[in-house]
């Protein structure tokens, strides 16, 4: 967040947030072709600070760790998948500003619905 700043208004969703945090995707269309690619120019020191959370977080949320291990089951390598994780967490993150809320994984839907998948099924 000390990356960002705390001005809600430069971010006024979730994928603002993501674009300003420099982990969205720039896509390009020409007519029918359209191309998604990683960006480059961004404010990179946001862009590492979320990406080294988003990394360190599949160690530790279960979430985290499904969103990486499927970019990886997807032919990913590592720092694609970690910029993919770290994409979604900006979701989270503005979520939690925006409810004035620590993040509560209670409230986690996909957390959630993940944990709820590996419970065994009652008879």
Known sequence: MAEIGD?????????????????APSTRQCGKHKSVD?????NKQPRDAVCDFA?????AD??????Y????ARGKDH????????RAW???IWHCRQDGTACDPAKHGAL????RQDQPAAA
Request: glycine share 2%; net charge positive; aromatic share 8%.
């Open 7 to 23: 001005c809600r208004a430069r971010s006024p969703d979730p994928s603002a947030l993501a674009c300003l945090a420099g982990v």
């Open 112 to 115: 959630q619905a993940l944990l």
């Open 90 to 92: 900006p979701y989270v």
């Open 62 to 67: 279960p979430w985290a760790a499904k969103l």
């Open 38 to 42: 990683f960006r480059w120019a961004v």
């Open 69 to 72: 291990d499927d970019a990886i």
């Open 79 to 86: 720092p694609h998948a970690t910029r993919i994780l770290a």
């Open 55 to 59: 990394a360190d977080s599949r160690r």
